[in-house]
């Protein structure tokens, strides 16, 4: 990708919509790092209503993704801040730096903001300084519960089930209501 161009071409390339069905083959192809259970998972959470999943597109290739869970449960900590929450805001490593982490975040934003969400919430790995940056940067902000060890599991493509651990910081951001 040539690296001369504007902020305001890379935007016209870009197209952030919700995963659909018939382009989860593209999806896997494109963003080769979860596995096909992984987003049929996705999709049936999505079409239940309990998260929403955006994915990016940039010229017709899948380049990331980020979700929206409506009622994040099983964390006191997310249950007391009592907020929308996003996960898995992943971009394509060769993607990186063109705004695209932006654009997903805003589009859970505004999706939040139309469901009548007064903040929005997401955590970040303490090792993950210039994620955390982009958050600082677009408004998010330490709601007070420091970092907290969380821990889990993911299928890859290849089929294996890892585990993972991680020291992570919540950070709230304030929306403005829809106008």
């Known amino acids: 990708m040539e690296s001369d161009k504007t902020f305001e071409e890379y935007a016209m390339a870009l197209d952030i919509h919700l995963l659909r069905a018939q382009e989860l083959t593209r999806i896997e192809r494109d963003l080769p790092f979860h596995s096909h259970e992984q987003w049929i998972d996705w999709l049936t959470r999505q079409e239940r209503g309990s998260i929403t999943l955006f994915t990016a597109w940039w ?6 993704h980020a979700m929206v869970a409506w009622a994040p449960r099983g964390d006191p900590y ?4 009592g907020c929308p929450w996003i996960y898995d805001v992943l971009t394509h490593p060769e993607y990186r730096s063109r705004g695209v982490g932006a654009a997903m975040l805003r589009a859970c934003e505004d999706s939040a903001r139309m469901r009548g969400a ?10 993950n300084v210039r994620a955390r940056a982009l958050y600082e940067r677009l408004g998010y902000r330490d709601p007070g519960i420091g970092p907290r060890a969380t821990s889990g599991q993911w299928t890859g493509p290849d089929g294996v089930t890892r585990i993972w651990e991680d020291q992570v910081q919540y950070l709230v951001k304030s929306l403005a209501p829809m106008r």
């Not at 997310?78 to 801040?81: G, K, Q, R, Y």
């Not at 007064?118 to 090792?127: K, N, Q």
């Open 59 to 64: 010229d017709g290739v899948g380049v990331g």
């Open 78 to 81: 997310l249950e007391w801040i």
């Open 118 to 127: 007064r903040s929005i919430g997401l955590g970040v790995s303490l090792t």
